[in-house]
C-alpha cells in the first residue's frame, strides 16, 4: 500500500485533464499588435528587431489586415517622423494631417472595427528625443508638456484613434487628456494610461527604431526607477483618480511583481507591454538555435498572463496568434 495520498502528479496526466485544469488562457483576442511606420512607400527593417519594419502606409494597413485575420483586432501606432519635421516644440506631434492621423484614417477605413490605439508622448517628434518639452537647462517641463500632449490626444481623436494611451509619464496628464477629450465631444474615446513605465534599458530597439533616443541625458526624471514597486501603486491610485480607463506596466516579463501587484491594487483592466528588448533577446537567441522560439514565446506571454494582465503589447502579436491557431 502507498504511503503517498498526495500525488499531484495525478493532475497532470494527459492532454485532457492538464488542459481543463488550466489556469491562465492565451488567446489572440488578448493581443495588441504595436507597428512602425513611416512615410516611405518602402518598408525598411529594423536591425535590433528581426522580423519588424518601419512599413509603409500601405503595408501598415496590409500588416493590421494580417493581424486580423488571425483573431488580432487592435494595434499601437508608433511613427517614424522625418529628421526635418522634429522640432524642440514638437508641433508635429498634433498636427492634423501627420503621419498618426493619416494612418488612423487609412487604417478605420480599410477596417472600421478595429481598435486603434495611439501613443502620446513627444519623442517621436522633439529634436531633443524627450518625452516633454525640454528648458533650456535640460530640465523636462511638466505642465507646458501635459499642454501640448493634450493637443495631440486631441488630433489623434479628431482622426479616428479608439483608445488614447499616454506614454510620457509627466504628472497629471490623464487627467487633462481626459478633460480635453470630453470637452471636445469625445467622452467615448478611452485612455489607456502607461501607469507604471519604467526608465528600462529594454527599449533601446524602439528608440533605435523610431530614431528617437534623448539627445542628452535620460529619461529618469519622468520614467520610474527599476527599483521601485510600491511606488507603481501611488501611480496606479492617482490615474485611477484621473479617470483612466486601463493601466498599463511596461516592460512586462522583467516586472512581473508590478504586474501582480496593481492586479491586486485595482479593480481596472491591466495591459502590460512586452517591449522591443524583450522581444530582441527571445529574437536573438532563436535565431542563433539556443531557444526555441514558439514555445518560449508563448511561455513569456502565458506568464504575462498568470501575473495577471488582461492584455498583453507585443511585437509577436500577430506570430503569437498564428501559433495559436
Ligand atoms: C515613447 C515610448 C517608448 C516605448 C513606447 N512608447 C520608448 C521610451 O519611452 O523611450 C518603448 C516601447 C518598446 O521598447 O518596445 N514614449
Known sequence: MSEMRQRPRRNRKNATVRGFLRE????????????????HADDAPIASMPGCSRLSLASLVEEAGAARAVGV?????????????????????????????????????????????????????SSEGHDGLVAPDGRVLNDETVEVLCRQAL??????????????????????????????GYEEVSILSYTAKYASAFYGPFRDALDSAPRHGDKQTYQMDPANAREALRECMLDEDEGADML???PA??????????????????????????????????????????????????????????????????QAAEWLG
Open 24 to 39: 491562465t488562457r492565451l488567446s489572440p483576442a488578448n493581443l495588441i499588435y504595436p507597428l512602425f511606420f513611416h512615410e
Open 73 to 125: 483586432n487592435a494595434v499601437v501606432l508608433f511613427p517614424a517622423v522625418e529628421e526635418a519635421l522634429k522640432t524642440p516644440g514638437a508641433e508635429e506631434a498634433f498636427n492634423p494631417d501627420g503621419l498618426v492621423p493619416r494612418a488612423i484614417k487609412a487604417l478605420k477605413e480599410a477596417y472600421p472595427d478595429l481598435v486603434v490605439i495611439t501613443d502620446v508622448a513627444l519623442d517621436p517628434y
Open 155 to 184: 488630433s489623434q481623436a479628431m482622426a479616428g484613434a479608439d483608445v488614447i494611451a499616454p506614454s510620457d509619464m509627466m504628472d497629471g496628464r490623464v487627467a487633462a487628456i481626459r478633460d480635453a477629450l470630453d470637452d471636445s
Open 248 to 250: 498599463m506596466v511596461k
Open 253 to 318: 516579463g522583467p516586472y512581473l511583481d508590478v504586474i501582480r501587484l496593481l492586479r491586486e491594487a485595482t479593480t481596472l483592466p491591466l495591459a502590460a507591454y512586452q517591449v522591443s528588448g524583450e522581444y530582441a533577446m527571445l529574437k536573438a537567441a532563436a535565431e542563433r538555435g539556443w531557444l526555441d522560439e514558439k514555445r518560449v514565446v508563448l511561455e513569456s506571454l502565458t506568464s504575462i498572463r498568470r501575473a495577471g494582465a488582461d492584455a498583453i503589447l507585443t511585437y509577436y502579436a500577430r
